[in-house]
């Protein structure tokens, strides 16, 4: 028993130092190097237009990717899991592409179909619409490369739950939009909702795909993370940690409030 407890203890051990050394220093790190100048100039830091535009845009772009996301995660989810057709396992390989291609790719892509010799390119610029070096090309980027995690987190809950329930209320004369909103959306919420807190830290600080096909104009076209890389490659060390120091407190308080909710949410038993 002794040998045993000390095994535990041991892993225990290895996995706070493993998770130390890649989460908590570095953490601790940005916040220390970010205030070791004082509060006023991590103030000046991010008051500046650049940063709060950066900021605003940054939030903007994340408000229209996980939306739309979660929208699509949550029909593909239930075509996947309830549906019966052909081609099955090749929307499965389609979904899954953001996670095995790079983001650096995914830009490139975007700017062979969307960019003005592309595709459909010119089409765009011929009506007046810019895609690439604009916000919606931003926006598309985004959006591709957090478009697996709603669907995934949202499958294995609905082939755990089954279809008994809503097989039942079929039965019992139940319309397809009161199984869903009744049965289904509640035994699925907390995998939707942990896929949209995955899709919004990776809409915040994805970086690759949205250096590409920004065009990082200052003013227009800068999220926090561009502003990151601009700062630090001015040498302007203690604003790149200040804008970085941003990312952490958005994505500490969309946790945050996940664990304020849940709590709420969940059932008594």
Do not use: C
Not at 166 to 190: D, V
Not at 237 to 253: E, K, N, T
């Amino acid at each position: 028993m002794r040998v045993e407890r000390r095994t535990q203890i041991g892993m225990r051990l290895v996995a706070l130092v493993y998770l130390a050394a890649l989460l908590a220093v570095p953490v601790g790190l940005i916040f220390y190097r970010t205030f070791e100048h004082g509060w006023t100039q991590f103030w000046d830091s991010i008051t500046t237009p650049a940063a709060i535009h950066a900021f605003w845009l940054t939030i903007e772009i994340a408000l229209i990717a996980v939306p739309l996301n979660t929208l699509f995660g949550v029909i593909a989810a239930l075509a996947l899991v309830r549906g019966d057709f052909r081609g099955k396992w090749l929307i499965e390989a389609i979904i899954d592409i953001p996670f095995a291609v790079s983001p650096i790719v995914i830009g490139l892509s975007l700017i062979l179909v969307y960019g003005s010799g592309g595709w459909l390119g010119s089409w765009f610029v011929d009506h007046g619409v810019q895609i690439i070096f604009a916000v919606p090309g931003m926006v598309l980027a985004t959006i591709f490369v957090s478009l697996p995690f709603v669907v995934r987190e949202v499958e294995p809950v609905l082939r755990e739950v089954g279809d008994e329930q809503e097989q039942a209320a079929a039965t019992l004369g139940a319309s397809p939009r009161q199984i869903f909103t009744r049965i289904t959306l509640p035994a699925i919420r907390w995998g939707i909702a942990y896929g949209v807190v995955l899709s919004m830290a990776r809409a915040i600080g994805e970086f690759g795909a949205v250096s590409v096909v920004s065009g990082k104009i200052a003013g227009q076209t800068e999220t926090l993370t561009l502003l990151v890389e601009k700062r630090y490659g001015n040498f302007d060390v203690s604003g790149a940690y200040a804008a970085s120091l941003l990312l952490v407190v958005i994505a500490l308080v969309t946790l945050g409030a996940m664990t304020l909710i849940k709590p709420r949410k969940e059932p008594t038993t």
